[in-house]
């Protein structure tokens, strides 16, 4: 079976500072890797997704991420945070099963704020 | 195109009742997952619909069922509602393609269920 850790549940940054929030992921087979982002009362929106292509992943609102296989790891990072860039962020885990849209796998999620 | 649409947006019930959502997905996405969110729990995978078909269940009671029409729009159903049902349930669609692996899921703003 398949798990995510989101290490730190909130983290604080100033604006302008870079963001980096924090995803390990177990997986006993190649796996697919999501960061949604979630705003309060709204659902979740792709930030961006790692699919076994290129190992360093870019995706919308200037957050790119890296998978690490040595490491286990996918962490979301960003250079400059902005104000905007508050909301709840969500690691994901899915299995490469080469076919199916099997259930996505969730870590607990990071707070992110935004000191100003 | 238009998002993934869920109604009703707000809900609340007693214990004992039970409740229906409804989730329209991306037009022409045939997959549709749902997710339960809680403060304690976090994410949660209930179930994915394909073609009608119920592919993939999370570790859910009973009391949680889906379904899905020709026209690929899915409803869930809780029977019997505890107040450990309240919560925050999110569809998903994706816009799966044979042998493609894992595709992105897009989500709806999701349906706020409280039990009283």
């Known amino acids: 079976a398949q798990s995510v850790t989101q290490l730190g549940s909130h983290v604080s940054v100033s604006e302008g500072a870079l963001v980096l929030l924090r995803c390990n992921y177990s997986?006993?087979?190649?796996?697919?890797l999501f960061w949604y982002v979630q705003y309060p009362n709204q659902g979740l929106q792709l930030l961006l997704k790692?699919?076994?292509?290129?190992?360093l992943v870019k995706g919308i609102n200037g957050f790119e991420a890296e998978f690490k296989k040595s490491e286990t790891s996918f962490h979301l990072t960003k250079p400059s945070a902005h104000m905007s860039d508050a909301a709840e962020y969500f690691c994901?885990?899915?299995?490469?099963?080469?076919?199916?849209?099997?259930?996505?796998?969730f870590g607990k999620g990071t707070h992110l704020i935004i000191q100003p | 195109k238009a998002g993934v649409t869920q109604t009703p947006r707000y809900l609340i019930k007693t214990r004992g009742q039970q409740v229906t959502l409804s989730c329209s997905p991306i037009?022409?996405?045939?997959?549709v997952s749902w997710y339960q969110q809680t403060p304690g729990q976090g994410l949660q995978f209930l179930f994915e619909?394909?073609?009608?078909?119920?592919?993939n269940k999370g570790n859910f009671p009973g009391r949680f069922s889906g379904r899905q029409f020709s026209n690929s729009r899915s409803e869930m159903n809780v029977s019997t509602l505890e107040l450990g049902d309240s919560a925050l349930y999110l569809c998903?669609?994706?816009?799966?393609?044979?042998?493609?692996?894992?595709?992105?899921?897009?989500f709806g703003p999701g349906t706020r269920l409280t039990v009283l």
């Open positions: 998903a669609s994706s816009n799966l393609l044979a042998g493609k692996g894992a595709d992105t899921q897009y």
């Open positions: 997986s006993s087979v190649p796996p697919y």
């Open positions: 790692y699919t076994s292509a290129a190992t």
């Open positions: 994901a885990v899915t299995l490469n099963k080469g076919g199916g849209a099997d259930g996505l796998t």
């Open positions: 037009s022409g996405h045939r997959s």
């Open positions: 619909y394909f073609s009608e078909t119920q592919r």
